[in-house]
């Protein structure tokens, strides 16, 4: 199978963007046991606009401007985040 064909992965994805691992640990670390706690407004306020340097159209790596590596990262990293918990979003 060609490297073009394989399917992307978060393991190869890190080996690529070393950063995208340091991402997805502070993710990790996000304390979320605040009465409300939104996993969205951390999102979209700490994580997305710097996934946008690392990963997608964006970035300077041409092996990681992909809608597929994009989604890898952003589901990845937002699954890390704690859940929402008595916010707007529930």
């Known amino acids: 199978m060609s490297s073009a064909t394989q399917k992307l992965t978060w393991h190869g994805l890190t ?9 997805y640990k502070e993710a990790r ?3 979320g046991s605040a009465e ?5 407004a951390v ?7 710097r996934l946008f340097h690392l990963v997608g159209w964006e970035c300077r790596n041409p092996a990681l401007k ?6 890898l990262a952003y589901e990845t990293i937002y699954d890390a985040l704690p859940p929402c ?6």
């Not at 690529?16 to 340091?22: D, G, K, N, R, V």
């Not at 409300?36 to 969205?40: D, E, G, I, V, W």
């Not at 999102?43 to 606009?49: H, Q, S, V």
């Open 15 to 23: 080996k690529m963007e070393p950063q995208l691992l340091a991402l």
């Open 29 to 31: 670390a996000v304390d």
């Open 36 to 40: 409300h706690f939104c996993a969205n």
């Open 43 to 49: 999102w979209y306020e700490r994580f997305k606009p």
């Open 66 to 71: 992909t809608q597929e590596a994009w989604d």
């Open 85 to 90: 918990r008595d916010c707007l979003c529930l």
